[in-house]
């Protein structure tokens, strides 16, 4: 198999770099948005989302040969990796990773004795109304899953329907302010999409959320955000202090994190001893 590097580059001059170049800026103020929602939707950290969308990019830049072929995360991968990984280990846990680690590995494997094989005849027998109906299933898998997001409310179920019912009976104690953001966002880039289609709305819509939690403390109304390594949840329940208190906790176990693992040991060591030392004390006083 003869290896060709930057096909898809090639041959360069300087007018098409420039189109290429800005396709590239108008690719990326779309799918910067939606990975972060992909990675939601696959149970993984936030930041794997960006991982998802930066590698694979630069890997089909230099191995890649198509001028038209647009490498990204995609909603119905992200459905599949939640639906299938979900029941052997908790969602966005290390033992989670390692698993969705392996299956893109053996994926790409698989993919690349294809290529060697030449099987890509193979996708001519896919039928398109099967396709159709797989994605139509997949758009519904993913709009049940961020329900319970958009509410505010509490949906743990693997099962879409199940899911579905979770979120309908725990709608009288949705998260007002949770509802109001998620509907202002929809609103925005529905409204946008209508009357200005070639602006970047869903990035917009990103960036304008992010400084509008920093500036109006999210968290502290009872909005879910995310964080370094954190995911704040917040139910009905939440009381304003709740966030400022959550994020002092993030603080420091981010200082311990800093350390040595053997220092951390240590001390959890001492604390121990301590607390066998104030049972015993008790019990001695009592024969005193």
Do not use: C
Request: proline residues 4%; glycine residues 10%; without cysteine.
């Amino acid at each position: 198999m003869r290896l060709s590097l930057f096909a898809g580059l090639r041959p360069l001059s300087l007018k098409p770099s420039v189109r290429d170049i800005l396709a590239g800026v108008s690719l990326a103020s779309i799918n910067i948005p939606q990975v972060l929602g992909y990675s939601r939707i696959a149970g993984a950290p936030i930041i794997s989302g960006l991982y998802t969308l930066l590698l694979p990019l630069v890997a089909f830049a230099v191995f890649g040969s198509s001028r038209h072929l647009v490498v990204a995360a995609d909603s119905a991968t992200a459905a599949i990796f939640s639906g299938s990984l979900s029941r052997l280990a908790v969602p966005a846990s290390a033992h989670y990773m390692a698993l969705v680690g392996m299956v893109a590995l053996l994926t790409a494997g698989l993919l690349l004795l294809a290529r060697i094989f030449k099987l890509g005849f193979l996708a001519d027998f896919l039928s398109r109304t099967v396709l159709t109906g797989f994605l139509t299933g997949v758009g519904f898998q993913v709009g049940i899953a961020m329900l319970g997001d958009m509410f505010g409310v509490a949906a743990g179920s693997h099962n879409s329907l199940v899911r579905l019912w979770q979120v309908l009976v725990s709608l009288p104690h949705f998260n007002v302010p949770t509802l109001a953001l998620s509907m202002t966002v929809a609103a925005g880039v529905l409204v946008g999409v209508r009357y200005a289609p070639r602006l970047p709305l869903s990035l917009i819509a990103v960036v304008a959320t992010i400084a509008a939690s920093r500036a109006f403390h999210f968290a502290d109304h009872g909005i879910a955000v995310t964080g370094r390594g954190i995911l704040l949840r917040h139910d009905h329940r939440a009381k304003r202090g709740d966030g400022a208190r959550i994020r002092a906790a993030s603080s420091r176990e981010r200082g311990r994190e800093r350390r040595h693992p053997w220092a951390v040991g240590r001390e959890r060591g001492r604390g121990a001893q301590r607390g066998l030392r104030g049972q015993r004390e008790p019990h001695a006083d009592r024969h005193g």
